[in-house]
């Protein structure tokens, strides 16, 4: 049996903006409980989701990350705004938005799916939109409620935070969340 390790490539939000953005999820959880929210301990900016990985691949990630990311300088983003994919009106993911910054994140995004995809993984088939999950509607559906909740929150600031690398990360899924573990960090502009 080959072991295989769910795993991801994430920005980590620490500090003082997770600390904001815990507080939006608790100004929202009165406004609609069928939403799964993400623990403040778990919230990142995903970069790339992999699915289930063999665990003689991460080294090949972590080299390809290395080479894509060693060209590309260390950069300050805003978290700032709340949504909801794919609309307000019927969500079904909420979340934090990074406005100042996006563009680099972007580029981040854009080399990392080009490395991956060197190594086989497939290339991500829609534009990179670089956001914080805050939760999940377990029902989705038309909540008025919850996307007034959201407008309100549109220009919120949840502070800026200092992208300096990407981690690899495993995901492990239980009935009470999931629980993330470190695999690698990979530091932008070494190479």
Not at 103 to 109: G, L, N
């Amino acid at each position: 049996m080959i072991d295989t390790i769910r795993s991801f490539v994430a920005v980590l939000l620490e500090g003082a903006v997770r600390g904001e953005l815990a507080a939006a999820i608790e100004r929202l959880r009165p406004v609609s409980r069928d939403v799964a929210w993400v623990n403040p301990g778990n919230i990142h900016l995903t970069v790339k989701f992999l699915g289930n990985v063999d665990r003689d691949r991460l080294d090949p990630i972590v080299a390809a990350l290395t080479g894509a990311l060693g060209e590309a300088g260390a950069f300050d983003a805003t978290i700032r705004g709340l949504g909801a994919f794919p609309s307000l009106a019927r969500p079904r993911v909420i979340w934090a938005g990074v406005t100042e910054g996006a563009d680099a994140m972007v580029e981040a995004a854009g080399r990392v799916d080009e490395a991956l995809a060197a190594v086989g993984f497939p290339r991500e088939a829609r534009p990179f939109s670089p956001h914080a999950t805050l939760g999940r509607v377990r029902r989705p559906g038309a909540n008025p409620t919850l996307a007034s909740a959201l407008r309100a929150e549109e220009a919120s600031e949840f502070g800026r935070i200092h992208v300096a690398g990407v981690r690899l990360m495993r995901s492990e899924l239980s009935p009470r969340g999931a629980h993330y573990t470190e695999l690698a960090t990979v530091a932008l502009g070494l190479s």
